[in-house]
């Protein structure tokens, strides 16, 4: 199985149609043809359904086309690093994000080092610890950003300078916005909006002995994303602060949670990870700008 014929494959699963696919290959449609029937064989399974104007994956398709997609990257990513290799002024850096306003570090680190490295070029996947984890392990990522103590077995970290406050949004005219702080008596019956990781960890720890009693009413990898469903009334958001505009016409409110709860930010990379210069720079920018604040 080559490299080549995963693009190919990609291609096809992305545009949804043979003629289209090998316009954009630059290859003509035999040839794709033939490139896919030997990918079939080779697999032994059936990757597309055929219909009149148009292919649809099978289950074997896309199950294909997740991990060719993680593989594609990844030869990418080795691409541009050797590209790069002799760059003296910059180069490619791959970085999973959590969600946080302490992202602003990150943020302010990148800008900096841009200044010194003007081709650089940074490469962002946000999500949650589940989605972006498995790209660090992979070797698609040369930095992640855990809002959770890292595996020390595993990684090398740096801890962001704060800590990030947990709290409820709040629909501005609900009764509830009336109170300073949210205890978990308060919550009890109610529909709630939180991410499923946050939920069986830190909202699961802070509630205590009452989580069983407490309703997730949907969950939502994206604050913002919740923050919509609870500005309609479906329910409130548990989330971090200054993630959401709660400002005084966004027709939402936050109340921190009391007893307080807040969650460290950790800047990680694989502990025997060898690193391209431009990231290896990038680490060294790290120590000095996070470990000062």
């Keep these: 199985m080559e490299i080549k014929?995963?693009?190919?494959?990609?291609?096809?699963?992305?545009?949804?149609?043979?003629?289209?696919?090998?316009?954009?290959?630059?290859?003509?449609?035999?040839?794709?043809?033939?490139?896919?029937?030997?990918?079939?064989?080779?697999?032994?399974k059936k990757l597309f359904t055929r219909h009149s104007f148009s292919i649809r994956l099978t289950d074997e398709g896309i199950l294909l086309k997740n991990r060719a997609e993680d593989l594609v990257s990844l030869a990418n990513k080795i691409e541009q690093e050797f590209t790069s290799l002799d760059d003296i002024t910059g180069g490619d850096l791959y970085l999973g994000l959590a969600e946080s306003c302490q992202l602003k570090y990150l943020a302010q680190v990148i800008k900096e080092f841009k200044r010194r490295y003007p081709n650089l070029h940074y490469h962002i996947t946000s999500g949650d610890t589940e989605q972006i984890a498995d790209k660090l392990d992979n070797g698609l990522l040369d930095f992640l950003v855990l809002a959770e103590y890292p595996d020390g077995r595993k990684y090398e970290s740096i801890e962001f300078p704060e800590s990030d406050k947990w709290g409820l949004v709040i629909p501005t005219n609900d009764p509830l916005a009336k109170k300073k702080k949210i205890r978990v008596t308060d919550l009890i019956g109610l529909p709630l909006f939180c991410s499923e990781q946050a939920w069986d960890h830190e909202i699961k720890e802070w509630a205590g002995a009452s989580f069983s009693k407490l309703k997730l009413e949907g969950s939502f990898r994206l604050a913002y994303n919740g923050s919509i469903f609870t500005r309609e009334g479906l329910g409130y958001l548990l989330t971090f602060d200054h993630l959401i505009d709660t400002s005084e016409d966004s027709g939402l409110v936050f109340r921190p949670l009391e007893p307080a709860a807040e969650t460290k930010l950790f800047i990680v990379w694989n502990r025997y990870q060898t690193f391209t210069p431009i990231a290896e720079r990038f680490l060294k920018q790290l120590r000095t700008t996070l470990q000062i604040k």
């Design 5 to 44: 014929t995963l693009r190919y494959f990609l291609a096809i699963a992305r545009e949804e149609n043979m003629t289209r696919a090998a316009a954009f290959l630059h290859v003509t449609q035999p040839t794709l043809s033939k490139q896919m029937k030997s990918l079939e064989d080779e697999l032994g």
